[in-house]
């Protein structure tokens, strides 16, 4: 995943696109040339916020919020939930709504802070939500747009993109930063005792020489493949036996979780953070439920790794399932009317 061009990132794309194309009118404030200005299909703003209370940038803000009016403003990011907020009191924009992305407390006083200063939150996770009322966030003022992503579309058939792949092994993919947090560890202590499986990597982090190490440790280089940064994402998943999604960190939503199913994959994900709000045991993917989520137990997911060699209508039906699940609550459809509810009921608080 290339810096600048995450999670939120292409929520605000996604969302500001399908706004758009319901005749909203939606702008975003983004640094020309970053990824997300060069991702965004609707009117961006070139300001840059040098620090958290830059004062070039309020200035930018008043001005630009003066000039367009806006019936509200939604922040996004963590470093941008100041100034922006600041700008619509100074220039008397009616209301000041946040996105909450991640399920992570507030540092120190910032939620008594960010309480006087916004309207409204929007959280795209009960997880997210819960966090926010442990933090004294008044439920009232918080409401619930479950996240969603556009489908993957792969160019390939399945036959051409496992075309590089050895037909005698299992092939499982996980995705996601080489990051300690995202779990590729478990996923590769998981598979050390099954010959018949290929574990691939994908991805780009500060954890990758550990994790490379450790495949060394077991000595698994013959089964263990690291891919590095893939713009074809949906080829490459798609040319996958399975998806694990081995996250030790409370995911706030859990975006390749849906993307794994748009695709019908079959998912192993430890049922951590909003990943339960997504999947359902046994129904549309395996949970590796444990007493303490942030340290499963690797033979818990070779156990069901095992399932889904043993069990090929398993699989198969799992993946289905999935697919289904996510055309029926995850389509960017659902997700921006989830959101314009949000919206309207906060825009109604008194």
Do not use: C
């Amino acid at each position: 995943m290339h810096k600048d061009w995450g999670g939120i990132e292409r929520y605000i794309a996604f969302l500001t696109s399908e706004l758009s194309r319901k005749s909203q009118a939606v702008s975003v404030t983004a640094p020309s040339g970053s990824p997300l200005a060069q991702h965004l299909e609707v009117p961006s703003h070139n300001i840059r916020l040098a620090t958290k209370y830059d004062p070039i940038a309020l200035a930018s803000h008043i001005r630009l919020y003066k000039r367009e009016k806006p019936e509200f403003i939604v922040t996004h990011f963590s470093p941008d939930y100041i100034v922006p907020a600041l700008a619509a009191r100074i220039a008397k924009v009616p209301k000041n709504l946040m996105t909450r992305h991640v399920a992570v407390k507030f540092k120190g006083k910032r939620a008594e802070h960010y309480n006087r200063l916004y309207d409204g939150f929007v959280s795209i996770s009960q997880t997210v939500s819960d966090h926010l009322i442990a933090d004294g966030i008044p439920a009232a003022k918080i409401q619930l747009a479950l996240s969603g992503s556009p489908p993957l579309m792969p160019t390939l058939s399945q036959a051409e993109a496992k075309q590089s792949l050895s037909d005698s092994h299992f092939h499982i993919g996980v995705f996601g930063r080489l990051h300690w947090v995202k779990g590729q560890n478990v996923a590769i202590r998981a598979v050390s005792n099954l010959p018949q499986v290929v574990l691939h990597i994908f991805g780009e982090g500060p954890h990758e020489t550990e994790l490379r190490n450790l495949v060394a440790q077991l000595t698994l280089s013959n089964r263990v493949v690291f891919e590095g940064y893939k713009t074809d994402v949906a080829n490459h998943m798609l040319a996958m036996d399975a998806v694990i999604v081995p996250s030790i960190w409370k995911e706030a939503f859990g975006l390749t979780v849906v993307e794994a199913m748009s695709i019908g994959k079959p998912i192993i994900a430890n049922a951590t953070g909003g990943i339960p709000e997504i999947l359902t045991h046994n129904q549309n993917a395996l949970l590796i439920y444990s007493d303490d989520p942030e340290k499963p137990n690797p033979l818990d997911f070779e156990s069901a790794i095992k399932r889904l060699l043993e069990e090929k209508e398993l699989s198969q039906e799992l993946g289905r399932d999935a697919k289904a699940t996510f055309d029926s609550r995850f389509t960017l459809e659902h997700m921006t009317q989830r959101v314009i509810t949000a919206y309207q009921n906060l825009l109604d608080l008194k």
